[in-house]
DNA sequence: TTCGGTAGTTGAAGCGCTTCGACAAGGACC
DNA sequence: GGTCCTTGTCGAAGCGCTTCAACTACCGAA
């Protein structure tokens, strides 16, 4: 019994006879046998090991992240590929590191700008990457993201479709728009092109995690802007904030205000109201993600950007216009 | 030049002139060499990776378990280190397959449960580990925690200090103390024995994470023990809403009703009014896991239980009782 | 019957490092 | 001047796999 043949077997590369390939599945049992991960990454030129770069910045949502992260784990698994956890204030220079020591096969980055430090040298490094956000210049590149346009418009859309004149888009963090992530820029522009297109008025502004930044940026908002009669957001954590202020302001929702959300369906259907919303997939766009970094690696699959396509819920927080 | 030198002006694991030294420096830097990480394993028996097992399950916090995975990223770095990322559900089968294979040197096991059944694999594994979190039988382990214990000590006694007799623990969903997660077990035991030390009423209740079971439970307990005048709340995502249900039943904070909170300080800094609370010091944890895990990697450092000592900020949620 | 082809198996080469033992050169000591 | 030790360098072995080329055995076609 050479050991290639038992290497043949586990791989399943060449065709072996049964009978031999029951005698070594028997013995690789009872010997609790592993193969030696380094000595078949050094062998076979790959490692079965994708990295995964989270952002650690201001303004991101840590929820959303990890599932994220957990659908990347998840779907790597499937494939029979571990996940190596990179924070991204390693930059560019912790991609160079894995993927030039041959520690990783392949890179799922996560939260990419606009104009990304990192993005010239995904396309030069000699292996496969996925990126979770779209950046200005997609060229050569495989980015998966929500179609947060879409999104946005479909939100107005909704909301101008019952009758609403004057809305609100309640937007992230002014960090997140300063360092020009993709999926906030979209989300203004979906918003801002679909109000044109309907001919109503959309105010769109930032705003921080906080009750008190809640309060302050509605209440402001709400003087100037008094007939505002609908608020899309996509600010998961003050949700619960938005809902609590607007009550203290005497405006039920939805008799009053109506209320969008962009976010994980789980945290719409969990508040009371629960909130109309379109559906933030990251479930779907991590697996898919890792599935398609998977095709990448064993065929040299083009580039590509695939938008998931927004889907909206209508649910108890939206109404026609008072 | 044989590679030989390379190695051991790279690894500096024997003296080498300084001549020879500058010159292979910079052929590395000239050259952009990096040292293919499979074959560094396979002749060294050390991947230079360490697993990292975090936990999906019903009831964590997970902001809190991203601070403990941020902090174990960073400091494995520090040390030279990569983090390689399992989820739990993997199980037993996951230890063991990144152990036996050495894709990894070492394991950091998160969310231990009283009897865990990862426990006794871990025991086994030729390989040190150290967990976040403590099991019932702690013989030949290595653990770091929290002091849960004394973190409830000090929160009822700081309320018996301030006059209250009759006070609550609000803790977590009742599916974290079902599967007996150590944490959650001994903040309860050091509750009840520091409000039996002090001769005062405890009470302590689960609460789920949703608004509504916040408002049904606190109602609840209101009603069955009118005289409550102080909380313990060790849940944090019910935080907020928990201040809302006092609001609306009309408790004011903290002249009808003390609070205490077991959480990150950033958490507890950021309500209204700020929280008086014992620090949960997840960085700290994280840092102190790994540290010690590299310590057991050269040194073969003997087991032993690390119970981080509880620290209370009183703030503006407690005061003399009403 | 002979020949080409296919399926099954094998030994050997080699992946890119680390590490061990050997060895040369030089300094200190008697 | 010879011996011993230290310091710096090197070649070779080997880590545990994968994969290639080669070989055997057997089958069907000519």
């Known amino acids: 019994m050479a050991a290639s043949t038992v290497s043949y077997v586990l791989s399943g590369k060449r065709s072996i006879s049964s009978a031999t390939r029951d005698r070594v599945q028997e013995a690789v049992r009872v010997l609790g046998y592993r193969p030696n991960a380094s000595a078949r990454a050094l062998a076979s030129n790959r490692s079965n090991v994708i990295a995964l770069v989270i952002p650690l910045r201001a303004g991101m949502h840590v929820p959303v992240l990890m599932q994220f ?9 499937r494939f029979d590929h571990d996940v190596l956890l990179l924070t991204a204030d390693e930059g560019r220079s912790g991609l160079e590191r894995v993927s030039q020591s041959a520690l990783v096969d392949a890179l799922v980055v996560m939260d990419v700008e606009l104009h990304d430090e990192r ?4 396309r030069e490094l000699p292996m496969p990457s996925v990126l979770i956000g779209i950046p200005a210049d997609t060229e050569g590149l495989t980015c998966i993201d929500l179609d947060f346009f879409a999104a946005a ?3 107005v859309d909704h909301l101008a479709d019952l009758g609403h004149h004057e809305i609100a888009l309640l937007g992230t963090p002014s960090a997140v728009y300063e360092r020009q992530t ?3 820029a979209r989300t203004v522009a979906g918003f801002q092109a679909a109000a044109e297109r309907r001919g109503i008025a959309g105010i769109e502004t930032p705003c921080e995690s906080t009750f008190e930044a809640v309060l302050e940026t509605v209440g402001d908002l709400l003087r100037e802007h008094p007939g505002i009669t609908g608020v899309v957001i996509q600010n998961e954590p003050i949700i619960g904030p938005l809902l609590d202020v607007l009550r203290r302001l005497g405006r039920r929702v939805p008799e009053d205000m109506s209320l969008m959300a962009i976010c994980a369906d789980d945290v719409a259907v969990r508040q009371v ?3 109309s919303s ?3 997939p990251a ?3 991590g697996q898919q993600a890792v599935e398609t970094l998977i095709a990448k690696l064993d065929s040299d699959l083009g580039p590509g950007v695939t938008l998931m396509p927004a889907q909206l819920t209508a649910r108890a927080s939206t109404s026609t216009a008072p």
């Open 278 to 280: 379109v559906t933030l």
């Open 182 to 184: 993709g999926f906030a």
């Open 283 to 285: 479930d779907e766009i």
């Open 119 to 122: 993005v010239p040298l995904l």
């Open 273 to 275: 109201p629960q909130l």
């Open 153 to 155: 418009e479909q939100c």
């Open 69 to 77: 992260a957990t659908a990347v784990v998840t779907t790597a698994r």
